[in-house]
């Protein structure tokens, strides 16, 4: 099978003039999600009113669209269920890890990491109490750090900064020879590169929606709980709609059946409708092809950048199998060149203190909008255009 990236294109809605290299921090909005919200909106919500819990399927939500996600992850069928933010799904994934790897009380993370994965693990430490504590080391001593200490290693695959990324089979197998558990965090992997959770022994995972596979602004994020551990984690967010029968109205928590344990409360329909008609969009694609396209146009930009500025310096591993779907340049004035860049049609995004981040997703990006992206790029930087007040004032979302 190969897929026409033509087509896959025009199930977005991109406005004209942009070339949108952010899709690993808001994925476009493909067409079918503006109508099935729509949809969702006016005959069911309007017109089945609460019915829509059982006539639309709304309750089934999470799980059916988790078992879609599911495939894009190398996760088996009925280990995802989505909902809630990916804050709350870290705090899930973590609680339960721990909590079935007592009396081990190390949490070990690197510092990329992304900055709510270490608070939700720091916060959760806290409440915890004596004797818990994270600790972070830079990445790439992650693997010489683990030891029988540990209770659980907590890490993001692909750095949101740099687009490093970590060799997720070989860190699972040395963390499970030291009964260490292994919580990954999928944001900027899920929908850009090939995962196999199944096939690397994965325990935990989460992700979101929002960044590679499009669900809008918002959207609800992903757990992934291994079936061999599925019956003992225990959910530390005991919520009605993670019980075994919430219209039961017991008194009494008792965890639901699998995976679906992981829900918390009342599911975002509107959100979750968008995901679903965004996944149509994976229908006919494989993430090996995505991956190698994705690889030959962030080859392009890097190619083209280095040879046109030299003053941007590569933050991003150059070997292939370190890196995620996005590039990433420091310069000591990213943030107005971002902001000159954004003047231009030319979208990334700015990450402190000088990253300035492009992210390649096939989907809807073709080597013509790299190439063009790379001569504005080049042109703002050799004429300095950004260097103007008006690019130099940050909002509050850089
Ligand atoms: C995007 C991202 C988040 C964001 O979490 P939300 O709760 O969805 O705001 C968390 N962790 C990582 C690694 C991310 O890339």
Redesign the pocket.
Known sequence: MTTDFNATKAMFDLPDGVIYLDGNSLGPMPKAAAARVAQTVTAEWGQMLIRGWNQAGWMEMPSRIGNRIAKLIGAEEGSVVMGD????K?YQALASALEMNKPRKVILSDNG??P??LYIADGLARTLGEGYELRTVAPEDVEAAITDELAVLML?EVD?RTGRKHDMARLIEKAHAHGVLVVW?L??SAGAIPVELARDGADFAVG?SY?YLNSGPGGP?FIYVAPRHQERARPALSGWLGHEAPFAFDLDYRPGNGVERMRVGTPPILQLAALDAALDVWEGVTLQEIRAAALALQDRFIAGVEAACPDLELATPREHANRGSQVSFRHAEGYAVMQALIAEGVIGDFRAPDILRFGFTPLYIGPDEVDRAVQILARIIETKAWDRPEFKARSRVT
């Open positions: 933010t990916l804050s709350i870290v990491n992304f709510s994965d993001t949101y965090d944001a900027h979101c960044k994020a």
